[in-house]
């Protein structure tokens, strides 16, 4: 079993536009379903500012991650294949932008499920489609992108029921598409043997003009993400339900 990681590229850019986009863009789709937790655990707590507005629930927020670096104090060091909780112990667990990092993938999801009580929630987010893989997913130890249809058949196959799925980033995706195709054309995409994940990732510079732009076309996002499910973006974001018996 791997947990690939590069070190998250938040350990020194926390403040880069996509991580604050996507800090808002997690709290539209999935804020209306955490309810009243008493136990949360954040899986990969490490990877920017992904879940502020979580902890401003009441109860007890549990941090983990590979990286002890991005941990504050009292977070736990360890891998998500093989969690060091308890069955059951977790009324709602966050996983985002981790099970790519993960494989096998059904060991990850079973793990999530695992510590999850019956009739709490996970919620998580991965990166989309295959066809983007680049260079920038070798450095950061991803082994898959998703589509939504394949996030959701991941997560049933571990028995967790789907409450919402969605893509997320639609109004950037243009330039999201525009530099994965001008990256394929240049050859940047092949998985050569000396490509390796990198200790901390480098983030692509971003002046502030432009980083304002791309904050305000995710404004888009977040208003539409409240009410609808977005048919494409560069990132997939779901909510499950673990039932209450097995099937």
Request: proline share 5%.
């Amino acid at each position: 079993m791997t947990t690939n990681h590069g070190g998250s590229a938040s350990l020194e850019s926390t403040d880069y536009w996509w991580y604050r986009a996507r800090t808002t863009l997690l709290e539209a789709v999935l804020s209306s379903r955490v309810g009243a937790p008493r136990r949360v655990l954040d899986v990969g707590s490490a990877d920017g500012p992904s879940v502020t507005w979580l902890r401003e629930h009441d109860g007890l927020h549990v941090t983990i991650d590979i990286d002890p670096r991005g941990l504050q104090a009292g977070g736990v060091c360890g891998s998500a294949l093989e969690l060091p909780f308890a069955d059951g112990t977790f009324d709602l667990v966050g996983a985002f932008d981790v099970i790519e990092h993960c494989d096998p993938e059904s060991t990850v999801l079973s793990e999530l499920t695992r510590v999850l009580r019956p009739g709490g929630t996970m919620m998580m987010s991965v990166p989309a489609y295959t066809w983007a893989w680049s260079s920038f997913d070798v450095a950061n130890g991803h082994h898959r992108r998703y589509t939504r249809r394949r996030a959701r058949d991941a997560v049933e196959q571990a028995g967790l029921t789907v409450d919402r799925s969605t893509y997320a980033f639609a109004a950037v995706f243009p330039f999201f598409a525009a530099q994965r195709i001008v990256s394929r054309l240049g050859g940047m995409l092949s998985r050569s043997s000396t490509e390796s994940p990198a200790d901390v990732v480098a983030l692509p510079s971003v002046s502030p003009s432009v980083s304002s732009l791309l904050m305000r076309l995710c404004r888009i996002d977040r208003r539409l993400l409240r009410r609808f499910d977005l048919p494409f973006g560069s990132s997939v974001v779901l909510a499950t339900t673990k039932p209450t018996s097995a099937r």
